[in-house]
Each structure stands twice: as C-alpha cells, then as structure tokens.
C-alpha cells in the first residue's frame, strides 16, 4: 500500500500546487510524470456512475485486471460520472456506491482524472471539483472544468463540452455556476487551449472531452463541438519556442457521451476519433452516420487502454469480459514535431 498512498499523495500535493497559484489566462496544470523508463499506461473509461448496475461492476473488474497487466499510471474519465444527476453535495452516498466501492482493484488505486459530462452538471456540478471530495476518496481529482495533465510524453487536455451545448444550456435543470455568461466562458476557454495545444512540447497530444465530435452511434456529432472546437483540433500550427520549431499537432480526441466503444479517423486531419462511454449502460444497435471514416465500432459495454511513449502509441479496446475488440497504432519519430 505504500507506493499507491505515496503516488496518491505527490498527485494531490502537486493539484493543490496548481490550484494555489495559477497562471493568468492558463489552464490549470497537473504534472505526472511517466515511469523512469519513460513509458505511460493509462485507463480510459466513460459513463459509469450505476452503483455497479447495468454491467459496471463487471467492467471495474476487467479494468482492474488490465491495469494490472499494465501497470497504470492513472485513469481518465470521459464524463458522466454519476448517475442520473450528479451529486448533491461532497457527503452524498452516491459517490461512494457509484466510485470507491466499484473500483477496487489494488491496481485502480491511482489517480483518476476527471471531466464532467451532462448528467453531472444536473446536479451539483461544484461539488464534484470540491476538495472536500477528495477527503472522501483521493484518487478522485476533477480539479478544474478544464484543466492539462502533463505526463512529459504527453500532455491530456481535459476539456469541458457541457456548456457549447444549447439544448442543454436553454435547460433550467443543468448547474451552470462559474460558467454563465456562456459566450465568455467558452471564447475563454478555446483561447486557453488554443494556447496550449501552441505551448506545448509533448511528443503526444491528446485531448478529452464528454461529448463526441465526430461519433456513429446514438448521439452521432455534435454540432456546437463540430463548429467550434473541431477546427482547434485540426489546426497545425508551427510555433518558435526557444530552442527549436514545433508542430502543434493534435493526435486524438477521447470522449464519452455515446455509450459505445468506437475509433474514428478524420478526413481532413491526422486526428483520431475515440468513444470510451461503455462504463455501464450501453445502447445495443443505436447508430448514426458520419463524413468521417469509422474505423471500428461496437455497441457494447467496455473500456480502452492507452500504452505510450516517445514514439509509440498502442491502444486497445476491451469489451465487458476483458476479450480485445480492436487496436490502434501510431508511430512517429522524435523528430517528427520538429521542422
């Protein structure tokens, strides 16, 4: 237990670094390091919050498993944490019956990095960014609406999609605090990841959000996140740091929302599309169609891994009994973001 309570706390001392004293007009900023090897495993895992039902007790099971094998560094949720609305404030039971007693594996007891999807706006969406729920269980670090985990391999830029949703902010039910006015927030929020993704000099760029940008199973695109944070996404953009050239390139975008698992390839950019929303409830033979090209989709309950460093990338999509439904590679050079 020694090493787990030990990577728990320099992950919790280094978010209450980033919250003391943030930088004007910037992402908050987690640092986690890679392995010494320079190798990363992670966990990628969306809408789950059942209180075990609708198969997520048998999909923490597997995820436990895998990340065993694999040695995870951390976790990230794609949103929809609890269902159906939230929590209702830090000491609400739910958490624990939807969180800390599902995931208990020895090797889920790292950090989970987390962003908020829509039914966690219904309720009290504060309360799941509180300090206070990181007394109830301390892997749970939804530290920000939006915020960068910085692993030097990569940089995971946590984003929050709520709010470009108009039929869900025109909706009295969602908790829109620290977010109204709308317009402001997300001009502000574009620019700062625009201004990240620019800064940034991770070979691996991977952003995360709840809702799909390009998606074939029931909720299918999103328009807001089509029109607005699409074209961030695809933009390669060179900028001059001090030492060198570096191409502004993002490599994927991790979502939830769809209750599916599904890879997507752009047709006009590098980037990879991947659903991980298979946590719990799935929506079996729920599809729609996309202009982009859908390299696998399965309608059922799972989860995705992640395994990087410098110049891989292995990705692999398990279904709800640990079988592999697909993998995706990518390779690049250390001189690949260099021109």
């Given at each position: 237990m020694a090493p787990v309570v030990a990577i728990l706390?320099?992950?919790?001392?280094?978010?209450?670094?980033?919250?003391?004293?943030?930088?004007?007009?910037?992402?908050?900023?987690v640092e986690h390091p890679p392995k010494s090897e320079g190798s990363l495993s992670i966990l990628a895992v969306g809408d789950w919050g059942r209180r075990g039902q609708f198969n997520q007790t048998l999909v923490a099971e597997q995820m436990g498993v895998v990340g065993e094998k694999l040695d995870i560094?951390?976790?990230?949720?794609?949103?929809?944490?609890?269902?159906?609305?939230?929590?209702?404030?830090?000491?609400?039971?739910?958490?624990?019956?939807?969180?800390?007693?599902?995931?208990?594996?020895?090797?889920?007891?790292?950090?989970?990095?987390?962003?908020?999807?829509?039914?966690?706006?219904?309720?009290?969406?504060?309360?799941?960014?509180?300090?206070?729920?990181?007394?109830?269980d301390s892997r749970y670090l939804a530290i920000a609406k939006s915020f960068?985990?910085?692993?030097?391999?990569?940089?995971?830029?946590?984003?929050?999609?709520?709010?470009?949703?108009?039929?869900?902010?025109?909706?009295s039910k969602y908790d829109w605090r620290n977010v109204a006015p709308r317009d402001t927030y997300i001009e502000t929020l574009l620019k700062d990841l625009d201004d990240a993704l620019t800064q940034s000099e991770a070979p691996w760029k991977i952003v995360v959000g709840h809702h799909p940008i390009s998606s074939g199973c029931e909720h299918g695109n999103t328009t807001e996140l089509q029109q607005l944070l699409r074209p961030i996404l695809e933009?390669?953009?060179?900028?001059?740091?001090?030492?060198?050239?570096?191409?502004?390139?993002?490599?994927?975008?991790?979502?939830?929302?769809?209750?599916?698992?599904?890879?997507?390839?752009?047709?006009?950019?590098?980037?990879?599309?991947?659903?991980?929303?298979?946590?719990?409830k799935a929506w079996a033979g729920k599809f729609k169609t996309t202009s982009d090209k859908i390299e696998f989709i399965y309608d059922g309950q799972g989860f995705v891994s992640m395994q990087l460093s410098k110049t891989e990338a292995h990705l692999v999509f398990y279904d709800v009994a640990g079988n592999v439904l697909h993998t995706y590679d990518s390779t690049k050079t250390e001189e690949d973001d260099e021109h």
């Open positions: 706390l320099a992950a919790v001392v280094a978010v209450a670094a980033s919250l003391l004293a943030p930088a004007a007009a910037e992402l908050t900023r560094d951390f976790v990230i949720s794609t949103g929809d944490n609890i269902y159906d609305d939230g929590i209702a404030n830090t000491s609400d039971p739910l958490f624990k019956e939807c969180f800390t007693n599902i995931y208990t594996a020895q090797s889920l007891q790292k950090p989970w990095y987390i962003v908020l999807g829509n039914h966690d706006y219904t309720g009290n969406a504060l309360a799941q960014q509180d300090p206070a729920i990181r007394e109830v960068i985990v910085n692993s030097e391999i990569a940089d995971f830029f946590l984003v929050d999609t709520s709010p470009f949703y108009l039929k869900y902010w025109n909706s933009a390669c953009i060179l900028s001059m740091t001090s030492s060198s050239l570096l191409a502004r390139g993002v490599d994927m975008y991790v979502n939830g929302h769809d209750h599916c698992l599904q890879h997507i390839s752009s047709r006009n950019s590098p980037v990879q599309f991947m659903t991980s929303g298979g946590g719990s």
